[in-house]
């Protein structure tokens, strides 16, 4: 886990100033990687990278890595899951390596099987450039699931690019201007995260996950070389189902171990972290699993995370965070923040924690409840779903007059289903932040303008998924695109990364994804079992009485943290210049009256940051 930037100029115009520009985003992100750096430059291209080292520890893993002859570079961020098989694959084809690393896989298999051929093999998290020396060429390329950052910036005169494995490297090196985008501000408020390819910065732009950049002689151009296909196909098996998820979690589980430094395990005591210690610990004498914990009881997790770790033979450090810690934190953990966000302090403390404990790779249950339906959405959709698709609106328009009698942040969204019940609009509803008017009133715009903005930060992935409104696999599919990426990736990236730590998620192994993207809705929504398909998939008797337990979230006390320090918070707040000083003070009282979630009043704090 590393980072990276660079410039690339095609004219061949590359100068000390690009140079400097490059050292400086290298610098900025030295958190994550502590342990090596490294630069390489000619006429047309600089990189920069700093290397936190997890396979091959020695100089021979150092980056830029180059071929035999100096004719192609890269530097690369993440882990190839399935580099042994490759490595081997090509050394039968004649490829001669100089490193035990996955990284140098990337240069071979580039020169065997072209930027197509070797994406196309990739099993893993990964965010990198190619420097084609002989082709006058610079390549880009993300993961399929996008669990590794790249960001990028072309420059005016657009034959020059700058990008970065974050946004802030690129404006603090001076490569980006420091100007906001006032469709990230919008798209946060509607979101809760700033929805990709969007930033908080103009004209930096996110490279979607499942494609790559090319840039050279003919331009620059982007590719998508995968998506997952989200029609499952209703008449499977459901226990030869259960063998293929058991096998796909099994490999997967024991690929993500494969470290040459200490790997443990976030262990929330809920179902899907739980899962992953059971699976670890069929290939793994003894496991390191970590808990945080409170002196609030009733969001500790304490009790069901340290029976697990008890049954499981685990060695289990608990460390306690206070709300003197979050408040004593919030300076570093708003600066570690890359963009704006509504979540991700539970990730910025636990991954902390895990460094203090010695670790430096941890394995994350993120993704169960996106890629097996956890959520409660799904259940409620799937009994929407009975009902006749043409009725299907009207019912939903029925809905949305109803809720406007209602008070509460919550019932506003669904005016978003009174004019217009799109798969988007339910998606928005349900899980949607701040109501159209409510932002209207932060930003001073009107009504019709948020509404807009919604439809144009919804294009392209709306497209897609023109379906029955409630269809399941489109709100999947919005989850996976929307808050999985946008939110929940970026965060674990970002947050685990400013203490160094690798963050790992088996869950979102893209041959897992795909599978179970095909699989029937009946097999993943349970009456009596959350997640039925994971748990009989694992089949421990530990995840099966996690399973009929309530459902545990990783949550932290910050509702009452905040309250703790809401005249700091507030004050945070009114010093953003994005928003309107009346609006951020209506929104604070909402949530000093108890009407309004703590998450939006932490979200305008974030703003003011």
Not at 276 to 296: D, M
């Amino acid at each position: 886990m590393c980072g990276i930037a660079g410039m690339f100029r095609m004219g061949g115009a590359i100068g000390p100033e690009d140079a400097a520009a490059v050292e400086r985003a290298t610098s900025a992100q030295s958190h994550r990687g502590p342990d090596d750096s490294g630069f390489y430059r000619d006429d047309r291209i600089v990189l920069g990278f700093r290397r936190l080292s997890i396979i091959d520890l020695s100089a021979a893993g150092h980056q830029p890595m180059s071929n035999e002859d100096g004719t192609v570079w890269t530097i690369y961020n993440g882990e190839i899951y399935n580099y042994r098989e490759l490595r081997a694959e090509l050394i039968a084809r004649g490829h001669c390596f100089r490193s035990n690393s996955d990284t140098e896989i990337l240069l071979h298999g580039y020169e065997e099987w072209g930027i197509e051929g070797l994406l196309q093999r990739l099993r893993g998290m990964f965010a990198f450039t190619l420097y084609d020396s002989r082709q006058a060429c610079c390549i880009l390329a993300r993961d399929r699931l996008g669990i590794k950052p790249l960001y990028y910036y072309q420059l005016a005169a657009g034959d020059s690019l700058a990008f970065a494995s974050e946004v802030k490297a690129l404006v603090r090196s001076g490569m980006a201007p420091d100007e906001r985008d006032p469709e990230g501000t919008i798209g946060f408020l509607l979101f809760g995260s700033i929805p990709a390819p969007t930033t908080s910065i103009k004209r930096v732009r996110c490279l979607p996950p499942g494609h790559y950049l090319t840039a050279g002689r003919r331009g620059m151009a982007i590719h998508k070389y995968w998506d997952f296909d989200p029609r499952p196909d209703r008449h499977q098996n459901t226990g030869e189902l259960e063998k293929e998820i058991k096998e796909l979690l099994e490999d997967t589980v024991e690929r993500h171990l494969v470290s040459d430094v200490p790997v443990g395990i976030f262990l929330s005591g809920g179902v899907d972290s739980t899962g992953l210690a059971a699976l670890a610990s069929r290939s793994r004498a003894r496991l390191t699993t970590l808990t945080v914990v409170f002196n609030e009881q009733e969001f500790s997790e304490a009790s069901p995370a340290r029976q697990a770790a008890e049954r499981l033979g685990a060695d289990h450090p608990e460390v306690l965070v206070t709300g003197s810690d979050f408040l004593r934190e919030l300076p570093n953990l708003f600066a570690a923040m890359d963009q704006p966000t509504n979540d991700g302090v539970n990730t910025y403390f636990v991954s902390r924690a895990a460094r203090q404990a010695g670790l430096a790779v941890v394995l994350s249950g993120l993704g169960g409840d996106e890629v097996f339906w956890g959520y409660k959405y799904y259940r409620w959709l799937a009994a929407f779903s009975r009902i006749p698709a043409a009725l299907r609106k009207t019912a939903l328009r029925s809905a949305a007059g109803l809720t406007r009698r209602c008070d509460g942040e919550r019932w506003s969204r669904f005016s978003l289903l009174a004019g217009s019940p799109t798969n988007a609009n339910l998606y928005m509803a349900l899980r949607g932040f701040f109501a159209p008017e409510q932002i209207a009133g932060l930003l001073e715009m009107s009504v019709s303008e948020v509404h807009r903005a919604a439809e144009k930060l919804w294009a392209g992935i709306e497209e897609k998924m023109q379906r029955a409104v409630g269809d399941l696999s489109a709100f999947n599919y919005f989850e996976m695109k929307r808050y999985m990426h946008d939110q929940l990736l970026r965060d674990t990236d970002v947050f685990s990364m400013a203490s160094s730590i690798e963050a790992r998620v088996p869950y979102l192994d893209h041959l897992l994804v795909e599978r179970l993207a095909s699989a029937p809705p009946r097999a993943k929504i349970g009456h009596r079992v959350n997640k039925p398909l994971l748990v009989n998939a694992i089949n421990e008797p530990v995840v099966s009485d996690r399973a009929r337990a309530p459902k545990l979230g990783f949550t932290f006390p910050l509702h009452r943290w905040i309250r703790q320090s809401t005249d700091e918070l507030e004050e945070m707040a009114l010093q953003s210049k994005l928003l309107h000083r009346s609006g951020v003070q209506d929104i604070w009282k909402s949530f000093r009256e108890n009407h309004l979630h703590w998450s939006r009043a932490w979200a305008l704090a974030v703003l003011g940051n």
